[in-house]
């Protein structure tokens, strides 16, 4: 029940396209859905966040996009760039208790020029 | 805002030696830290999770003994791998929880990158 489940595994997108990154929970107790971007050899770094009371969340070339209902939550990338080649994750926690974050298993992502 | 280091970023040590590595919020206070380790190509695993001024806790299968933690100041955890061996060599990464950044969010190192021969 505190798994964090994400797909695809791997993703290649032309310059230009729209990666769509999936993650689904059970834990109904999650009320804090970050997203992630780690390049090789270096720490993950924040990209965007979202509450459960809010169904869509945009910063920049980011949105999340949440379902509540059916416990899953995604990540598009508007206008992808080869600069944004990089292995993302998506993770859950439960403010409420220990905020400890619970990561899916991670997405590398290819944008080809 | 919001920076988080550690040292060292890379470590090679000898099988049965100890390492110590450090995490320090930059430009905030961090009542909570939390270490990861990573293996190659794989999810961040949390280890463990660090208040200040407290003893740390630990995830189900996480030696306390051999993975020291103390967070003795606001700013600044340490992890000691102690009698260090091969299969410790991993990518060892930390957080820091900003109470005063939105939702309690937390902002990680850049990881050290542990090789042990």
């Known amino acids: 029940q505190q798994q964090v489940k994400q797909s695809p595994q791997s993703l290649i997108v032309q310059k230009g396209g729209i990666p769509i990154i999936n993650c689904a929970y059970e834990n109904t107790a999650f009320d804090y859905f970050p997203w992630y971007q780690q390049f090789p050899g270096k720490g993950p770094a924040l990209l965007i966040a979202?509450?459960?009371?809010?169904s869509e969340k945009k910063e920049g070339r980011f949105t999340i996009s949440f379902n509540k209902s059916a416990k899953q939550f995604s990540l598009h990338i508007m206008d992808s760039q080869p600069g944004d080649s990089a292995t993302y994750f998506c993770?859950?926690?439960?403010?409420?208790?220990?905020?400890?974050?619970?990561f899916g298993t991670g997405t590398l992502l290819a944008v080809q020029p | 805002g919001a920076v988080v280091s550690q040292h060292p970023s890379r470590v090679i040590c000898k099988s049965g030696t100890s390492v110590k590595i450090e995490c320090r919020s930059l430009d905030f206070q961090a009542t909570t830290m939390f270490w990861y380790r990573q293996f190659p190509k794989q999810s961040l695993m949390l280890m463990a999770t660090s208040n200040e001024g407290s003893k740390a806790t630990y995830e189900q299968g996480v030696e306390k003994d051999k993975f020291l933690i103390n967070h003795a100041s606001l700013t600044l955890s340490t992890l000691t791998v102690t009698s260090a061996h091969p299969e410790d060599s991993s990518f060892y990464i930390c957080?820091?929880?900003?109470?005063?950044?939105?939702?309690?969010?937390?902002?990680f190192g850049p990881g050290t990158r542990l090789t042990v021969l």
């Open positions: 993770a859950a926690a439960n403010g409420g208790a220990t905020n400890k974050l619970i």
């Open positions: 979202i509450r459960p009371d809010v």
């Open positions: 957080s820091a929880r900003n109470p005063s950044s939105g939702y309690n969010e937390q902002f």
